[in-house]
């Protein structure tokens, strides 16, 4: 909502035609053992006090917010204005308690910063069942137990107070000292690339404050909230930013708690608390989220509707697709982060699939078919499907119908039974014409809001959801997938062009130019143009002889002789002492005539006669082998990867791969289940010592790896501090509870779903970078040891690269040593020919995953373990 006034129709006394949310509704937990229609029996609901979103500290109390004590010291005036980069070198203040929290004292103090884990939002009015939270991570030590360390992790997560711009991720860089100075790979030919990531060129030169609005009584909808509070704008002033519970200005209030009066078309007198949290310079972590709301209302501006985070041209965008009954809306994904160098924008082009019909049309084509199970077909066919709520622009996911409540039922909203009729009439000016319609029913993402009470699922009208997406049997139908895919599937010249066009509209509208100025920031009108470099061309070890062929694709070359599986040794060393000279020479003669026929490529060693002692061989050793020379070395490479079925609710499925030979020709494999939504792995201790003592079966001249690389995939940027201190602790003990053994460790966390994009200009033209693109510069964090790798070569649509962060590393290896080897595992796979996205260990935990989670739905037998069954 724009700091500055609406027009005329949206003035005061008027509440506006769409709103935010609803009501949300206090349930009670279900019953063991009762179902779910039986729990949302009852009709009436009572409402709790909606949390606001950011809550940053507790509301004061009605005393306080009246009295509060006002703070006369104004900002010390400086000589000068500082620059952008004393801005960003600057440290942010030490964190302490909110301003309402202490005695008043005659200076400015600096306000506690808002944990960013307690966003929350109003909801759709709820009902009286607490479910389970959908994506959440529990870690049990055991069956039908909580992990008591993970409890005390994610408390002290949410307790963990940011410092700096550097610290806005979790700072895995920090521990490993020989990347701390350069994280960057020198191999490769150097290309110059295009991004999608647009610089921030201005930072404002002043203090942000943030305030924490409260509504009395609350105010559901979102729009009405900002309505209401844009009647102040004198006192607000001409630069402000609310998002509907928190309030960013560019000037300090004269009280630390100020109270206003405004008025609903109703005639119903609010009360509204502005409560000062929090002091922010622009170098402060939460200044970003800041920017970020900046610029969606840049979005909102230029006519683009946001729909769950994202924004679309829903108006005049759309492709409508008739014969299909559905609309191919394009839009844009955002987001403002601190790179290495600079803030930027990351921007890239979206779609999303709006369907003409709604859940009720879809409830009513199911009942008209006379099929007695028709409840279960049509709870089958929306479970687990995203759903467009047009009256308040969100997005819902459907978890479960009921039957048992309609339009008609009520609940209780600040101390009265109000029903859902009644409800969305006054809150949205929405009409309700089907009075026998059920009631959908949408979980929480959280099982508790910040103020710790148990956060109950929202319920919706179907007449009033739009279906999105596809459902099942919609991806079934070749035709509708391939209209999809041929309009969604931009080539990377359309899509560059794309994502121009946005920017060239920012600089281009004078409303969104004038606010920027206002903010005192600015975007670069160009995206940023970086150095990568190109991976050599990987062999492919065909026959008898080694050629190079294209990466993504080597089915035609298969065919051309059986395969088999030398390896050719180009660089190696014959290390003799002087009176075995002869006899070192003979060796060498019969091993070229011997690995010539079994078809393995041997070049001329390095000869190295030397004194017959010890330390004579040591010294050959240390001064001849370099990273080049190929000896074969004792390293176990595992993939770990969970599969997690959203849709119906089961338990969650971890995935666990372990090489047990160097030519990673045979691995090891496991699963377990985990409560549905789990993540992280509780098991993988176990996992990692059977694999080891599978290892020791395999390798009897070395029975641990000396090198252990771990990949990680399915770990989200939220998610990556518990990774670092609850699954990388478990692999610790467990290697280090081997007495003697030293071992080098390397795990890598794997990310798929990325924003970023990259283009190679050729001829004129923007197209998809070669394979083996690696970017370890510019776009990358500057807290984590990252990298991006483009493995495969993309004929059709733009090519999406793969991000890696090393989180743990104790070896000695550079960047390009980690790079290549990643790079070379993506032509591990043995399920296809060619390279795929990730590396090998990835996709096999991947696949096993899957394939219990989807089908088997139970652990596996143990005898299949060392077997690749699930490809």
Not at 151 to 169: S, W
Not at 526 to 552: F, G, H, Y
Not at 581 to 605: C, F, H, M, S, V
């Amino acid at each position: 909502m724009s700091g500055r006034a609406r027009k005329n129709r949206m003035a005061r006394g008027r509440l506006p035609q769409k709103a935010q949310s609803g009501a949300p509704v206090e349930g009670e937990q279900p019953g063991n053992g009762s179902s779910r229609g039986q729990q949302r029996q009852r009709q009436g609901r009572q409402a709790p006090e909606p949390a606001a979103a950011l809550e940053v500290a507790p509301a004061p109390a009605s005393t306080q917010a009246r009295g509060g004590a006002e703070i006369s010291a104004q900002p010390s005036a400086t000589a000068r204005a500082p620059t952008c980069a004393e801005i960003l070198t600057r440290p942010a203040g030490r964190a302490r308690a909110p301003a309402w929290a202490r005695a008043a004292v005659p200076i400015r103090p600096p306000l506690a910063p808002a944990p960013a884990s307690e966003l929350v939002r109003h909801e759709e009015p709820r009902g009286a069942e607490g479910g389970a939270e959908v994506g959440a991570s529990t870690f049990p030590e055991e069956e039908g137990q909580v992990s008591a360390r993970l409890r005390e992790l994610t408390q002290r997560k949410k307790q963990r107070g940011k410092q700096n711009i550097h610290d806005i991720g979790v700072n895995t860089r920090q521990n490993l000292r020989h990347f701390i100075e350069c994280k960057r790979g020198t191999s490769g030919t150097v290309v110059q690339l295009k991004t999608n990531h647009f610089r921030l060129t201005a930072l404002p030169q002043w203090a942000l404050y943030q305030y924490h609005v409260n509504f009395n009584p609350q105010m559901d909808s979102k729009r009405l909230r900002s309505v209401l509070l844009d009647v102040h704008k004198q006192l607000l002033g001409k630069c402000y930013s609310f998002d509907g519970a928190i309030l960013f200005l560019c000037h300090r209030l004269r009280n630390k708690v100020t109270e206003v009066f405004s008025q609903t078309h109703s005639g119903e007198n609010v009360r509204i608390t502005i409560t000062l949290t929090n002091e922010l310079l622009p170098n402060s972590p939460t200044c970003l989220q800041f920017y970020n709301i900046i610029f969606k209302r840049f979005l909102n501006t230029m006519n683009l509707v946001q729909i769950g985070r994202n924004f679309y041209d829903i108006c005049n965008g759309a492709e409508d697709m008739r014969d299909l009954r559905f609309n191919i809306c394009p839009g844009f994904i955002t987001s403002i982060l601190q790179y290495e160098n600079d803030i930027m924008l990351c921007t890239d082009v979206s779609h999303k699939v709006v369907r003409k019909d709604t859940v009720l049309d879809l409830i009513n084509d199911f009942q008209r078919s006379g099929r007695h199970t028709a409840r279960e077909d049509i709870l089958k066919e929306i479970r687990g499907q995203i759903v467009y709520t047009k009256h308040n622009n969100r997005t819902y996911r459907v978890d479960d119908i009921d039957w048992e409540q309609n339009p008609r039922s009520t609940f209780e909203k600040d101390g009265s039974d109000i029903s859902f009729l009644n409800y969305y009439r006054q809150q949205y000016r929405a009409a309700i014409t089907d009075l026998e319609q059920p009631v959908l029913v949408s979980l929480p993402k959280r099982k508790k809001g910040p103020d710790g009470r148990l956060k109950s699922p929202a319920l919706l009208m179907p007449e009033l959801c739009n279906l999105t997406g596809l459902t099942r049997s919609m991806r079934m139908n070749d035709r509708v997938t391939k209209n999809i895919a041929n309009r969604t599937r931009l080539s990377p010249e359309k899509r560059y062009s794309e994502l121009q066009k946005l920017v060239d509209n920012i600089h281009r509208n004078t409303d969104v130019q004038r606010e920027l100025q206002e903010w005192g920031l600015d975007f670069d009108k160009q995206s940023l143009s970086l150095t990568a470099r190109v991976l050599p061309v990987q062999k492919l070890n065909e026959d008898r002889r080694a050629m190079s062929i294209c990466c993504t694709d080597w089915s035609k070359e298969i065919k051309r002789g059986q395969l088999s599986y030398p390896k050719p040794l180009n660089n190696w060393l014959l290390v003799f002492n002087y009176e075995n000279e002869r006899l070192a020479q003979i060796l060498w003669e019969k091993l070229n005539i011997t690995t010539r026929a079994l078809g393995i490529n041997l070049r001329p060693p390095l000869q190295c006669p030397v004194e017959d002692k010890i330390e004579e061989y040591l010294k050959v050793l240390e001064k001849n082998i370099t990273p080049q020379t190929q000896i074969l070395t004792d390293a176990m490479f595992v993939g770990i990867d969970c599969y997690h079925d959203t849709a119906s609710g089961c338990e969650s499925v971890a995935g666990f791969v372990a090489s047990l030979d160097t030519s990673l020709t045979k691995w090891y494999s496991w699963c377990f289940l985990q409560k549905p939504g789990q993540e992280f792995l509780d098991g993988l201790m176990s996992c990692l010592e059977t694999a080891l003592g599978a290892w020791k079966k395999n390798n009897k001249q070395c029975p641990l790896p000396k090198f252990i690389f771990v990949y990680r995939d399915g770990v989200g940027d939220g998610q990556l501090q518990t990774m670092v201190d609850y699954e990388v602790p478990q692999i610790l003990r467990c290697l280090n509870s081997h007495p003697n053994y030293s071992y080098k460790l390397v795990v890598i966390v794997v990310k798929k779903r990325l924003n970023a994009r990259f283009f190679v200009e050729k001829n004129g033209r923007l197209e998809n970078p070669s394979a083996g693109t690696v970017i370890d510069v510019e776009v990358t964090r500057p807290e984590w040891y990252d990298f991006f790798i483009i493995s495969q070569s993309v004929r059709v649509g733009t090519v999406m690269p793969t991000h890696y962060n090393v989180i743990f590393d104790n070896t000695d290896l550079t960047p390009d040593q980690i790079q290549c080897l990643t790079y070379k595992l993506c032509y591990m796979y043995y399920n296809w020919t060619g390279v795929i996205r990730v590396p090998a260990p990835c996709q096999y935990a991947h696949k096993l995953a899957f394939l219990v989670g989807q089908s088997i739905r139970k652990n596996p037998h143990k005898a299949l373990s060392d077997s690749l069954y699930y490809l």
